[in-house]
């Protein structure tokens, strides 16, 4: 018998769940895809290759209450080879990477769910909070509005952020349920420690008011970012988003610039943290970043004004332009912007983009590059 008959992709072999309790099953106009998607990446569990051996026709389910993330994990197979050093024990590996306590027996997690539902709430304090029409079925995929669905009865879905630390009460246990997409979906993503104290965490939840008793104010897990407060002196931190994530039923929809946004206003709102960095962001985490700080910068009038509005030539000769190295220029809508140009010279464009950049409390180097950014989308 050839041996692909008893190999697994283990991306494609195992397949998550966020499983809602059935009066909370998203409507017409959502997207009910939140089943049986599946992981970026099972390296960190089942090894470089990505492959599971010993098992014909396997598939791995991993439920999550969709609020609380109690797990259900179930294994099956038409058939096994007999346990050998070869073989993978997909049980034994998997229950490494997820708290003791999961479910085994179907029945008994979904009566998990259904007390989940009604009774958890957000860890932590509220710190943001957005609103967005619910899409339609697989929206931009030419799948058409049902007929019986006027826009009228178009639903608006609230979101929020709450931030949390280890001694948020529930927290921790919570977080060991939460922090294996960390291994699924960011390359290079481990666990974190809990002995370091100071970890802080921004995580976004959908919220619904029941349709059949709106007291009933249910909670639906979207995403996460871990985040680590580094000292900056002489007496505040510096905080960097080192895990960011957005489940792929949520992604491509903005939830990840409200969640980015969300910790921005968290730390522009708390004047014990100096400025915002990421560490080692994936391209599209990057992109991500840029099109929010750059929608950020675009909206604040007077920095535009001051930087690239036509009094920063005239009284400035032009503040902004091939920060860094004083020497580029670049023509723009019928004037220069020229480094050191002008009045200023290079000494006070340095102070001014400083003087901005503590304000808006935004990584140097990020900063220089929105500056930039912003530069080359003033030439003409
Ligand atoms: N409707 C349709 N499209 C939209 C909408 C909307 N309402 N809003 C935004 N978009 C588009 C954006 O224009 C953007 O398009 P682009 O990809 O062409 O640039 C795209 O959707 C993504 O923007 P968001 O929706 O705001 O971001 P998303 O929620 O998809 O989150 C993220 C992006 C975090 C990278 C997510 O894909 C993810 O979690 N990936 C896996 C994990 C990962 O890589 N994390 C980052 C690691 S780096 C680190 O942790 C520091």
Redesign the pocket.
């Known amino acids: 018998m050839s041996s692909s008959i008893w190999t697994a992709d283990a991306n494609e072999a195992l397949s998550l769940s966020l499983v809602r309790a059935p009066e909370d099953k998203a409507s017409l106009w959502s997207r009910e895809v939140y089943e049986g998607f599946h992981p ?1 990446f099972t390296y960190p569990i089942f090894g470089e290759e990505e492959k599971i051996y010993g098992h014909k026709d396997l598939s791995i389910e991993l439920k999550f209450a969709s609020g609380s993330l109690v797990q259900y994990l179930n294994v099956q197979h038409s058939e096994r080879l007999p346990p050998s050093s070869a073989v993978d024990e997909i049980e034994d590996t998997i229950s490494k990477f997820i708290p003791p306590g999961y479910y085994t027996d179907e029945k008994k997690f979904l009566e998990r769910v259904e007390h989940d539902a009604a009774h958890f709430k957000p860890f932590g304090d509220k710190i943001y909070s957005y609103s ?1 029409a619910a ?1 339609p079925l697989n ?2 995929k030419n799948v058409a509005i049902p007929q019986v669905l006027s826009l009228e009865d178009q639903e608006t879905v609230d979101y929020e952020v709450y931030h949390s630390t280890w001694k948020t009460p529930g927290f921790r246990e919570f977080h060991r349920r939460m922090q294996l ?2 291994l699924l ?3 290079g ?1 481990s666990y974190i420690s809990e002995d370091e104290e100071t970890w802080e965490f921004a995580v976004l939840y959908e919220k619904r008011r029941r349709r059949s008793s709106p007291d009933i104010v249910t909670y639906h897990f979207v ?1 996460y ?2 985040l680590y407060p580094f000292y900056c002196f002489p007496e505040r931190v510096r905080l960097r ?8 039923p ?11 946004t969300a910790i921005y206003q968290h730390v522009l709102a708390h004047p014990r943290i100096a400025e915002l960095t ?11 970043r840029d ?2 700080d750059l929608k950020m910068l675009l909206a604040n009038e007077k920095f535009m004004r001051e930087g690239f509005g036509p009094e920063a030539v005239s009284s400035n000769g032009g503040k902004v332009g091939g920060v860094g190295n004083g020497r580029s220029r670049h023509r723009t809508k019928g004037r220069t912007i020229r480094a050191g140009a002008g009045k200023m010279g290079p000494p006070a464009e340095r102070a001014w983009l400083e003087k901005w950049r503590t304000e808006l409390k935004i990584a140097g180097r990020q900063f220089h590059r929105l500056v930039e950014m912003l530069v080359l989308k003033h030439m003409d």
């Open positions: 970026t967005r899409m929206k931009g997409y960390v979906y960011i390359e993503g995403g970012a871990s988003i080192s895990q960011f994530l957005i489940l792929p949520y992604q491509q929809d903005g939830h990840g610039s409200a969640l980015y990421v560490e080692d962001p994936a391209e599209a985490f990057e992109d991500l099109r929010n």
